[in-house]
């Protein structure tokens, strides 16, 4: 199912006229770079991904039960001399969460930017 979500995720990407860069997932999470376009809000984007591939899946019966994303979401922006190495890690990051899960990762990635925030108001982590 990984790789179709992954093909999904692609074509709404590119039916709401986003630069792709690097997209995989893992069984819980979805990690995408993109070069987001001015015309589009970035919460619209996301919206459209979720609905569209909730839609998606549910149709298609991929799960017992109805599928639903959980609320918000996590964005960063990086500089252009990152991408390689952003594009690397999203390859990748099935190795690297067997190191780091990504509950750790994401609160150490909101410490490095000094992100204030209330853990009551974090993902639900699936461990």
Not at 66 to 83: D, L, N, P, R, T
Request: glycine share 6%; proline share 1%.
């Amino acid at each position: 199912m990984e790789g179709w979500i992954i093909q999904i995720h692609k074509g709404i990407c590119i039916e709401n006229n986003q630069k792709l860069i690097a997209i995989n997932s893992v069984s819980d999470y979805i990690h995408i770079l993109l070069g987001l376009k001015p015309a589009m809000a970035l919460s619209d984007l996301v919206k459209a991904i979720k609905t569209n591939s909730r839609r998606f899946i549910n149709e298609n019966k991929w799960i017992k039960g109805k599928f639903k994303w959980q609320e918000g979401y996590g964005a960063f922006s990086y500089s252009h001399s990152q991408i390689g190495t952003v594009v690397t890690y999203i390859e990748n990051q099935e190795m690297y969460h067997r190191k780091k899960s990504f509950k750790d990762e994401y609160i150490e990635l909101l410490e490095k930017f000094q992100i204030k925030y209330d853990s009551n108001y974090l993902f639900e982590w699936i461990d």
